[in-house]
């Protein structure tokens, strides 16, 4: 089970931090990732971690992803927020070696104003 938390309205430039809590099976196994998806839009891959990053292009250098293993919480932080980055976020998680993501948060809303 993924918990998501952080999300709400902010304006252009602001930051926020998401957090997502994890429970039911061994974090530590888990490839961890932040998804998004806009309105009108499909769901994109924002970040993921493992023992490295990857991070979509459009937030490279303005999102860190990072994890705390010992709270079984994966974080996102997200700096110099555009209007563009408006969507749902998603928490998701899959082991090690999958191929796709098989668990997932209820989401959590991010608005950015201009």
């Known amino acids: 089970q993924l918990v998501e938390s952080g999300g709400g309205l902010v304006q252009a430039g602001d930051s926020l931090r998401l957090s997502c809590v994890a429970s039911?099976?061994?974090?530590?196994?888990?490839?961890m990732a932040w998804f998004r998806q806009a309105p009108g839009k499909e769901r994109e891959l924002v970040a993921h971690i493992y023992t490295t990053r990857y991070y979509a292009d459009s937030v490279k250098d303005r999102f860190t992803i990072s994890r705390d293993n010992a709270k079984n919480t994966v974080y996102l932080q997200m700096n110099s927020l555009k209007p563009e980055d408006t969507a749902i976020y998603y928490c998701a998680a899959k082991i090690i070696g999958s191929r796709t993501y098989d668990s997932w948060g209820q989401g959590t809303q991010v608005t950015v104003s201009s």
């Open positions: 039911g099976r061994a974090f530590i196994r888990n490839v």
